[in-house]
């Protein structure tokens, strides 16, 4: 290729003569008429050498060369000045701007070609020189970069101890610096009865899509062979390679493998893992730096996994006995949750037998008395109604007659006995009531599921806590809504369910007792405490019961332990934590429903129980 040379001349006929002179030495030659076009071409050309004139109109050949020494491109191109002066501070002046030789007007043709040889020659040397600095930079950079990796990968060693992230970068790392367009890692599983190797991490060259899908270790059974045998494979092209057969070249180069670097490492276990470097379709030259940072990866990445692996095992045994010991506690939990619970249960149930059995004898006597009354009353109105036949036929009674019927008041006893024999009556019902509230509340007879009212279950409930809602010193009395409505008749444990009514109302009495308690009576009779009961079916096969109070309701830290065994935030001596444990198990566990609460602070609290209403 020939040598550009730009003239920079205002005298037209010594510029020609200079270009006709170096064409004739096989240069190529641009000419420039002043400075200012000078400067454009030597941009737009770049040139191999400048030979500019030092007296030109418009810019001078110092101002020429200042401006080119100012851009990158131009700044090391040879600047060789043409000057009619031969005083030594001009050329000095030319030469402290950067200028390489001059030439004093008029010059030789041999002057013009020793120096234009010359400012070639050293230019040249210039130009190998710095391609001499630029590898031995490349070099310097890709040993920096290389121990770069082998610090980030010792680093990331002591940060993580996740093998999968260990392998990722490591993989990714590699593939960058080697500009590869594979990179994996591989088990090789010799505890089978046919050994393989198994992928387990992989980096890829996102700008190639055409990637073969195959792994040549999964493909080729003798290079696998070769890589166990060697420890260290090198091929920088496979479709030559003299350690394999033909056949496997044929299968890898056909796949679109082109060379390929493999290490392998060892474990202290024995486990034997490769790392593989993949290039496609054009052939690459894996150089000795290459693979000694390959082999020192390999040793780093060993240590990595090891202790990785370990750490992994610490971690399991720990996690295991952490397993363990959450299950004894969980059992420890559960057992004492039991104990509690069967105590509990026990109560209950000699609770409702003693409920029952008072139910029972006092049913006898008030069944007597009920049966009897209506006989007394028809033999009292019999009895009035002869002494009034009396009164009439004989109007004028004996004195001791008169006497009598005065002394105890015969007109008041005849109005008053009707009226109190109606009391009795009403007191009796009164007791009938109470005690069959009570046996239906117990359900001791009931032990199995049956259909059920569940509405008429609420109301004996209220009733035996009809006393709890009456008014007290601290408020008014506790007003009930109830809201029923057309419910279907449920199968289900019908005492069970009565409890989980019965710790429900009670939970709100003693909310709205102590909420009363802290407010001013005006308060208390402006708003009055409520509970509303609301019952409703539904579709397709469900019940809701929703108890509701006007209390003060609670804060989601109380409402997600509500249900825990044990907690409570009564004060000590009035609750043991079990009734909401124990109203969960019988709701969700016994009828397979659910029970939630809905409170925040200032707004009340609602129990909403979801029942089906056939049971499996």
Same mark, same amino acid.
């Given at each position: 290729m020939k040598k550009k040379v730009l003239v920079i001349e205002d005298v037209p006929a010594l510029r020609d003569d200079i270009i006709y002179t170096l064409e004739c030495m096989n240069f190529e030659v641009i000419g420039a008429a002043n400075g200012i076009i000078g400067v454009q071409l030597a941009q737009q050309h770049l040139p191999d050498l400048?030979?500019?004139?030092?007296?030109?109109?418009?810019?001078d050949g110092y101002g020429v060369l200042q401006t080119l020494s100012q851009i990158e491109e131009t700044a090391t191109i040879p600047f060789i000045f043409l000057t009619a002066k031969a005083d030594k501070s001009d050329i000095r002046q030319g030469m402290n701007l950067g200028a390489d030789d001059y030439l004093i007007k008029p010059f030789t043709l041999d002057e013009l070609t020793k120096a234009i040889a010359v400012r070639l020659t050293k230019q040249a040397v210039r130009k190998k020189v710095e391609s001499k600095l630029r590898e031995s930079e490349t070099q310097f950079r890709q040993l920096a970069q290389r121990e770069e990796l082998l610090n980030r990968l010792t680093k990331q060693i002591r940060e993580s101890l996740e093998i999968k992230t260990i392998l990722n970068t490591t993989l990714?790392?590699?593939?960058?610096?080697?500009?590869?367009?594979?990179?994996?890692?591989?088990?090789?599983?010799?505890?089978?009865?046919?050994?393989?190797?198994?992928?387990?991490d992989e980096s890829l060259d996102?700008?190639?899509t055409n990637i073969p899908n195959q792994n040549p270790l999964h493909e080729v059974v003798a290079l696998g062979e070769v890589i166990l045998r060697l420890n260290i494979f090198q091929s920088n092209d496979i479709s030559t390679e003299n350690q394999l057969d033909g056949a496997s070249r044929y299968q890898l180069t056909s796949q679109g493998f082109s060379s390929i670097l493999a290490v392998t490492i060892k474990l202290l276990s024995g486990k034997i893992g490769v790392i593989v470097c993949? =290039?496609? &379709?054009?052939?690459?030259?894996?150089?000795?730096? %290459?693979?000694?940072l390959l082999q020192a990866v390999g040793d780093q990445l060993a240590i990595a996994i090891d202790q990785a692996q370990l750490y992994a095992q610490s971690r399991f045994t720990a996690a295991t006995a952490q397993i363990q010991t959450a299950q004894l506690e969980q059992a420890l939990n559960k057992l004492q949750q039991t104990q509690s619970q069967l105590i509990q249960t026990e109560k209950m149930s000699?609770?409702?037998?003693?409920?029952a059995g008072v139910a029972h004898e006092i049913n006898n006597p008030v069944n007597f008395i009920y049966g009897n009354v209506q006989y007394i009353r028809s033999y009292v109105k019999e009895l009035i109604e002869?002494?009034?036949?009396?009164? =009439?036929? &004989?109007?004028?009674?004996?004195?001791?007659?008169? %006497?009598?019927?005065?002394?105890?008041?015969?007109?008041?006893?005849?109005?008053?006995?009707?009226?109190?024999?109606?009391?009795?009556?009403?007191?009796a019902d009164r007791i009938r009531e109470i005690v069959l509230s009570l046996r239906n509340f117990s359900r001791l007879d009931e032990a199995e599921k049956k259909p059920v009212n569940i509405d008429e279950g609420i109301d004996n409930t209220l009733l035996i806590l009809q006393n709890r809602l009456k008014a007290n010193s601290n408020r008014p009395a506790i007003e009930v809504v109830k809201e029923y409505g057309e419910l279907p008749r449920v199968d289900c444990y019908a005492g069970q369910l009565n409890q989980v009514f019965m710790n429900l109302l009670v939970n709100a009495i003693d909310a709205l007792d102590d909420y009363s308690s802290k407010r001013s009576p005006q308060e208390n009779k402006e708003t009055p405490s409520e509970i509303k009961i609301r019952t409703d079916f539904l579709a397709p096969d469900r019940v809701i019961i929703a108890i509701r109070d006007n209390g003060p309701g609670m804060n989601e830290n109380v409402k997600k332990r509500l249900f825990d065994p044990f907690f409570t935030t009564k004060p000590v001596g009035?609750?043991?934590g079990l009734g909401l444990s124990i109203s969960y198990q019988i709701v969700v566990e016994k009828h397979g429903g659910k029970i939630e609460c809905i409170s925040s602070p200032g707004q009340g609290t609602e129990f909403s129980i979801v029942i089906p209403v056939g049971q499996q």
């Open positions: 400048i030979i500019c004139d030092i007296m030109m109109p418009e810019l990714t790392a590699i593939r960058h610096l080697l500009r590869i367009h594979r990179c994996s890692f591989l088990w090789y599983r010799a505890d089978v009865e046919t050994p393989y190797f198994e992928i387990i996102p700008d190639l993949e =290039h496609f &379709y054009q052939t690459r030259v894996w150089n000795n730096n %290459e693979v000694e000699s609770l409702g037998q003693m409920v002869l002494l009034q036949l009396y009164q =009439h036929d &004989y109007p004028e009674p004996s004195p001791q007659i008169q %006497e009598q019927a005065e002394e105890i008041d015969l007109n008041f006893i005849m109005e008053d006995f009707p009226k109190i024999l109606d009391s009795m009556k009403m007191g009035q609750g043991t």
